[in-house]
């Protein structure tokens, strides 16, 4: 007589081959965190025009949660560069990632300035205005003293400590801190094993913490949106509507035309599929007017899509502060226009060197809050001072423009990740095309994928240093 178990294994012999059930898959819920995000945009717009004296109080909302981030970024880019250079044997190739990058933003910044360039002396939005003394006070007090001249910028970028490179706040400080540290545990070979693995458990926690911060985004970007309409008011943004209209569009034609062509031509990728992806950092930086507030994220995501851990942590960190393309094309833009406002036009041998020294000065004032403005305003002041007399015209809707900056900014930066990866060949093609797709989604609670995370897993050193492709 047939058993129990004979008999189950009878039907199961008749029954047809199936596929094994599919693993529960985890529902990402964090989608409601950035819909939250959207309907706090739209309810701090509404607040700022109906009660602009209350929104500028709300401010400190969107400081505070920037601050968050910011918080963030000298663990993360310590972290990420520290096990990036720490895998692989080759010295050279971690030199040979920053010198193509160098070279990279330099170029990028001269055809930003260029493109402001021609633009500015296209519109001539300036012309027609009147300066009063109020405006003539407001420009002088942009001048930040915290912008530094060429040479002491470079000495700034070390650190008083070791420490202190993490408690300033100074991203290039922390680059230097966590690039010397990587190159010692590559000299140390088998023995800085256990330290890399104790600095990959740092990260899981630090992009764990990171992932909690998130949720507090609606408040910062309520706050932030409601604090610059509210300061700005309608009026302003009439009347300088020329300016701020042609910088949206030069910008929006520097993204797509200019950067979606070299990421078609170089690595064969369509522009809109890379921000597609990237489309809830770009949501936060159009919330929080601040490029830094998705810094972390875009380490996070571009080790995901495939760049290898050296190339992200050099190319991030040192492109937010080399690599402002938005910024750049601003500084051209408002210098014609304040000269235009100002009744003297500059010819363009006036132009140029003025330009060339922004592009200078700009890398001095990395870090700075409000770098656009306050970059413009000390580059006058020690270039062309007559003109700082003017940069009160703009201070109304610096606000709406650093929305621009920060977008195109961010943009750059996503897309030179890609291109050295690709100069480089340190991407994994088959990975990107697979997550562009997305079949391996970016896992939103860690920021980290499970594969990297096993702290079992961790790689030894590789000759090449490519990114191993996650484990399906």
């Known amino acids: 007589m047939p058993t129990k178990t004979s008999r189950r294994a009878a039907v199961a012999a008749s029954t047809p081959d199936t596929a094994p059930a599919a693993p529960a898959v985890r529902r990402d819920r964090t989608h409601y965190l950035y819909i939250a995000v ?3 945009v739209v309810i701090g717009i509404g607040v700022g025009l109906i009660a602009p004296d209350f929104a500028v109080e709300l401010k400190p909302l969107g400081t505070g949660f920037v601050n968050l981030i910011k918080m963030m970024i000298s663990p993360i880019i310590f972290c990420t560069i520290v096990l990036g250079i720490g895998s692989v044997r080759k010295a ?7 010198g193509i990058a160098l070279g990279y933003f330099l170029v990028m910044s001269l055809v930003a300035l260029t493109i402001g360039l021609v633009v500015g002396n296209v519109l001539h939005p300036g012309d027609g205005l009147h300066l009063t003394n109020a405006l003539k006070e407001t420009g002088h007090a942009q001048v930040s003293a915290d912008a530094l001249p060429p040479v002491d910028f470079v000495l700034s970028i070390i650190p008083v400590t070791f420490v202190s490179a993490f408690t300033e706040g100074q991203v290039l400080q922390t680059l230097l801190v966590a690039l010397l540290a990587g ?17 990959e458990h740092i990260q899981r926690l630090v992009f764990r913490i990171l992932a909690m911060v998130m949720w507090a985004a609606p408040i910062g970007a309520f706050g932030a949106i409601a604090a610059v309409v509210g300061s700005a008011g309608v009026d302003a943004l009439k009347s300088l509507a020329v300016l701020m209209l042609g910088f949206y569009v030069t910008c929006f034609l520097f993204v797509f035309v200019v950067l979606g062509a070299l990421l078609r031509v170089i690595s064969g990728l369509n522009v809109l599929s890379l921000f597609k992806y990237l489309a809830r950092e770009f949501l936060l930086i159009l919330s929080t007017s601040s490029s830094e507030s998705a810094l ?11 760049v290898s851990k050296p190339v992200v942590g050099i190319t991030v960190p040192t492109g937010y502060s080399f690599n402002l393309d938005g910024t750049m094309i601003y500084m051209t833009m408002a210098s014609l226009y304040i000269a235009d406002a100002l009744g003297t036009p500059m010819s363009v041998g006036e132009q140029i060197p003025l330009l060339l020294f922004l592009l200078l000065a700009s890398k001095g004032a990395a870090g700075v809050s409000g770098a656009g403005l306050a970059t413009l305003a000390g580059g006058l002041q020690s270039h062309k001072p007559a003109l700082v007399d003017g940069v009160g ?13 920060a977008l195109t ?8 990740t890609v291109l050295i990866g690709t100069w480089t060949k340190e991407i994994d093609r088959d990975r990107v095309r697979r997550v562009l797709a997305g079949e391996l989604p970016f896992d939103e609670k860690t920021l980290l994928d499970d594969a990297e995370g096993d702290s079992g897993n961790l790689p030894g050193q590789r000759e090449d240093g490519e990114k191993e492709l996650a484990k399906a």
């Open 296 to 306: 972390p994220r875009l380490i996070a995501k571009m080790e995901h899509l495939g």
């Open 409 to 416: 900014n961010f943009a750059g930066n996503a897309v030179a």
């Open 92 to 98: 050279a190739k971690v030199g040979a990632v920053g």
């Open 393 to 405: 015209l703009i201070v109304g809707i610096d606000r709406f423009m650093s929305e621009a900056r």
């Open 183 to 199: 190159f010692a545990l590559q000299a140390m070979g088998a023995a800085g094993q256990p330290v890399l693995r104790g600095v």
């Open 38 to 40: 959207i309907a706090a």
